[in-house]
Each structure stands twice: as C-alpha cells, then as structure tokens.
C-alpha cells in the first residue's frame, strides 16, 4: 500500500527557533493535512491543504504556523518560532479527493520536542 | 461542538481473550464513525469504518456498530492475538469540512502471550 513519509521523525529544538517539518503524501493524492497530538491529549487538527491554499484550519493554527508546498512531491508545516507547548508529535495525512468517507492515509509522525 | 471519548488505557489482555474498547461520541448530525490503529513506528492506519446508524463496520476480526440510539462505537475482536498490539484511536468526521476528523485520545492495547 502506499505511503506518507514524514522527516525527520525526531526533532529537537531551542525555543524561540523556527522549524519546518516536512512530508510526501501519496503521488496522486490533492488533500493534505497536518495532525498533532500532545503526549496524553487528542489528536487535533491543524489544517487542511487543496488546490495551494489553505481550505479549512483550527484556532490553534495561528499565525506562527503555516504551510507550504513548495513543489511537486513536498508538504511542509512551519512553526516560525517555537513554543513548549508546541511539543507534540505532528502527522501529515493526505486523500485522494476529500469526501466526507474517502479514506486519510497518515505518516508515522515526527516527534517535535521544543526545549 | 464534536468530540469522541474513548477509555482511558492501557488494556492489558491475554492472546485469545475477548476485547471491548469504549467509544462514545457528541457531534451535531450524522457523522461517519472510525477507528484507526496505530501500531508502534508506523502512521495512523484505518480499521474500519461505519458512516450510518446501525451500520457495522469489520476488518481483521475487529467489529463496531454504529449505535446512534446511544451515540457509541465500541471496538470488538472475539479473539486477540499479540500482533494486536497497538494504539487503538476512536474518531468521527462530519460531512463537509474537508475530512476534519476529531479523534479520541487513544488506548493502547498490550497482548501478552
């Protein structure tokens, strides 16, 4: 089956600093989404990505978050200047067509650890 | 708002012996039901899924009915195996709203031999 990739899967960094977490959806997929989860909590989401815009996000994606896909293949999650609480594990996920039953396939994470 | 609520883990069980994982949900009209699994190193994967009430959804011996009448989803399997073990996630999706899914915390579940 195929497979959303997510790098790095461990990220550690200094608060206040700026990080990008990068992901591959599947080849033929147009939706593409950002989960996180903090250690204990939901899964929450973060936003959704079709057409090279933003089509629906949460209000905890605020304006040190955004995202990007900077070519053919990448989806990247920016956090421009990192908090504690930003720590969390972050999934990318990604759809074919973006029903409401069509199937999300996730990435394995990458763990953020802001100190 | 939505919201999914699931048990609070870990389960502990021993191989062969019967699972129930609680859901239960709050969500405005007629959402579609998930549970997704997520075994250790790997992503958030489907199990299976329900999107009408009464409707059951089944996959590699688990089962979940979709009971509207008190709003829960809870996750059978008959007989658990050790390769069962996993991070066992409750979610529901309303219609529209570019697939944003709202996921319970999650129970680990652990199958010793």
């Known amino acids: 089956e195929p497979e959303v990739t997510q790098t790095p899967s461990h990220q550690v960094t200094q608060m206040g600093q700026e990080v990008i977490l990068r992901c591959v959806p599947i080849?033929?997929?147009?939706?593409f989404y950002w989960y996180r989860q903090i250690l204990g909590q939901k899964v929450e989401f973060l936003v959704s990505f079709y057409n090279n815009e933003i089509s629906e996000k949460s209000e905890i994606f605020d304006d040190q978050f955004s995202v990007e896909r900077p070519d053919g293949s990448n989806f990247t999650l920016k956090i421009r200047s990192t908090k504690l609480e930003d720590s969390a594990m972050y999934f990318c996920?990604?759809?074919?067509?973006?029903?409401?039953?069509?199937?999300?396939?996730f990435g394995s994470g990458t763990q953020l650890s802001v100190l | 708002g939505n919201s999914v609520t699931q048990m609070e883990g870990p389960v502990t069980l021993s191989e062969e012996a019967f699972l129930t994982i609680n859901c239960t949900y709050t969500?405005?009209?007629?959402?579609?039901l998930f549970w997704y699994v997520q075994y250790p190193g790997e992503g958030l994967q489907l199990l299976l899924k329900?999107?009408?009430?009464?409707d059951k959804g089944s996959n590699k011996g688990f089962e979940a009915t979709y009971r509207k009448e008190t709003t829960s989803f809870h996750l059978e399997k008959g007989s658990v195996q050790v390769s069962d073990s996993a991070v066992y996630f409750c979610a529901l999706m309303n219609s529209g709203g570019y697939q944003k899914v709202t996921f319970g915390t999650g129970t680990k579940l652990q199958v010793i031999p």
């Open positions: 080849s033929n997929h147009l939706y």
């Open positions: 996920a990604s759809s074919e067509s973006g029903g409401p039953n069509e199937k999300l396939f």
């Open positions: 329900a999107t009408k009430a009464d």
């Open positions: 969500a405005t009209g007629y959402p579609s």
